[in-house]
């Protein structure tokens, strides 16, 4: 059994309350470890040791604050086969999978912000003619908070906490109490990389309770949330009144268009990657597939085809593509929407079955689901599933697959494939989405502005942008006349 224990102050400590969660994992739905179900008292206790660590951390030279990053990133790829494993067995995606992206980006996360802090600035503008020189100050804010979802657990958190600590903030974090086991992990990394006590203090519990403290504290200044769009209302409604900074990446419900002159074969192994990698459990995935009529029915067969051969198995399993869904709470969510299908307005061509992986019959593995809608306003088009499951539809014009591309109330990713130079930019201008992709999906660049519009949040993270977010702005005006 897996202890898990809170991060606070550098030391690991059990909730001060002694109580406990189950951890389950999705591949087994067998009991292997325990969680803190911390209160507001352990979130106390780590904004206590973030507040005391601020001072000097923040006083700490960009030179040392970066190579303490940079050995952070150094550690966990030296632990990779063994963060891997733990990601895949809380998560359950496939241990490929957390080997060749999930860890290596946590590192990259770390990496990244350890180099951009030494390049990022700030502005001066001098005004000759009435001697004035105004300069600006990027100050870190104090003590932050950050949520992270049960999707990419490490790559998420990592995300928020290493340009937080970069710009030289404390932390007081929270992972999903779904998927806690690498954000434990990350305690040990942080001591043997020097990372003074209380600069990251790591707390796990639910998020109705524990994560409802942090974003409720009065001296946490600032919350960078990922997560779905009613809990960001929550965040939103909650923070507002104390005037907290706030970075929302919340849900989506993503276009993948398809023109008939795109690139055929590069688009159909793709959009595969796009619609079912990490079970469809990415903000990202393209979960509502837009084909031109004139290859509709080719799309339908090859698409289906090749989706059939996707191997849903054990995580452990090298061979497996397709691993097990995250919890038994969203296996059911999930399967709520392939049963509710109405015959009349769409039809499953694929898939959405329970799969029996023998050894693991209590594991929550679903068989990846198409289904061809007739309308975009239909459920399955208009709301977040989050899982392996994408609708189908044909269309015929520009202008009417713009229009259903934008018709829906979130608006983080799209996808197009055209080889047509004018309809990729008069998409990409047009679509109502933070990020549009041409040509490719989820090729992700870390200096480059992420997040969404719409429901699909508020922010950006990313580059200088996320710095941005975490320093607070102080213009100073000097007149030298
Ligand atoms: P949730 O919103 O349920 O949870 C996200 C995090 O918030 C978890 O740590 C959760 O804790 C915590 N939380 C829940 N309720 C509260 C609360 N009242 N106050 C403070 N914290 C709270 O999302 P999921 O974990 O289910 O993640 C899936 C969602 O995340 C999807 O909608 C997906 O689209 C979105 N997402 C968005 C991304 C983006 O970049 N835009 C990227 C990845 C995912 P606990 O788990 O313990 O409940």
């Known amino acids: ?263 055929y074969e590069k688009m159909l192994t793709t959009t595969v990657r796009s619609s079912f990698s990490n079970q469809g459990q990415i903000c990202l995935c393209g979960s509502r597939i837009f084909v031109e009529a004139s290859i509709y029915e080719q799309f339908k067969i090859d698409f289906t085809e090749r989706v059939r051969q996707l191997v849903v198995g054990h995580p452990s399993d090298e061979s497996t593509q397709i691993g097990a869904l995250v919890s038994k709470t969203h296996y059911e969510k999930v399967r709520s929407y392939i049963e509710g299908i109405d015959p009349t307005e769409s039809r499953l061509l694929l898939g959405g079955e329970q799969v029996h992986v023998e050894g693991y019959e209590n594991g929550y593995y679903l068989s990846p689901a198409i289904i061809e809608v007739d309308s975009n306003q239909c459920k399955l088009n208009q709301e977040e599933i989050f899982g392996p499951v994408v609708t189908l539809m044909s269309f015929t014009s520009d202008a009417e697959v713009l229009a259903m591309a934008n018709d829906v109330k979130y608006g983080l990713s799209a996808t197009v494939w055209t080889n047509n130079l004018k309809r990729s930019l008069m998409f990409s201008e047009k679509l109502e989405t933070g990020i549009v992709w041409v040509n490719t999906w989820m090729q992700r660049d870390l200096r480059t502005p992420f997040g969404g519009v719409k429901s699909s949040g508020v922010g950006r993270e990313g580059g200088f942008e996320v710095l941005r977010f975490f320093t607070e702005t102080k213009n100073i005006c000097i007149n030298y006349k």
Not at 49 to 77: D, M
Not at 207 to 233: D, W
């Open 1 to 263: 059994m897996i202890h898990i224990q809170n991060y606070i102050d550098g030391v690991f400590s059990d909730p001060i309350q002694n109580e406990w969660i189950d951890n389950i994992g999705p591949a087994d739905g067998l009991v292997y470890g325990k969680t803190p179900n911390s209160s507001s008292k352990d979130v106390q206790a780590a904004y206590e040791a973030a507040q005391k660590a601020f001072i000097p951390w923040s006083e700490t030279s960009i030179e040392k604050r970066s190579a303490i990053l940079l050995k952070i990133a150094g550690l966990i790829e030296a632990n990779l086969d063994r963060f891997a494993a733990a990601e895949s067995k809380d998560n359950g995606k496939p241990i490929s999978v957390a080997r060749a992206v999930d860890i290596p980006r946590a590192a990259s996360n770390f990496r990244f912000f350890g180099h951009a802090i030494t390049q990022f600035y700030s502005e001066s503008h001098e005004t000759k003619s009435e001697k004035t020189i105004n300069y600006t100050l990027r100050h870190p804010i104090g003590v932050v908070g950050c949520i992270s979802p049960w999707n990419l657990p490490l790559y998420l958190l990592s995300w928020k906490i290493a340009p937080a600590l970069a710009a030289g903030n404390c932390v007081v974090a929270k992972p999903s109490e779904v998927t806690p086991y690498t954000a434990f992990l990350l305690g040990e990394i942080c001591n043997e990389a020097g990372l003074p006590k209380g600069v990251l203090n790591i707390v796990h519990g639910l998020g109705s309770s524990t994560g409802k403290a942090i974003v409720e504290h009065p001296h946490i200044k600032a919350i960078s949330f990922t997560g779905g769009t009613e809990t960001g209302k929550f965040i939103a409604k909650t923070a507002a009144p104390m005037f907290k900074k706030l970075s929302l990446e919340l849900g989506g419900k993503n276009p993948n268009i398809i023109f008939a002159d795109c690139d």
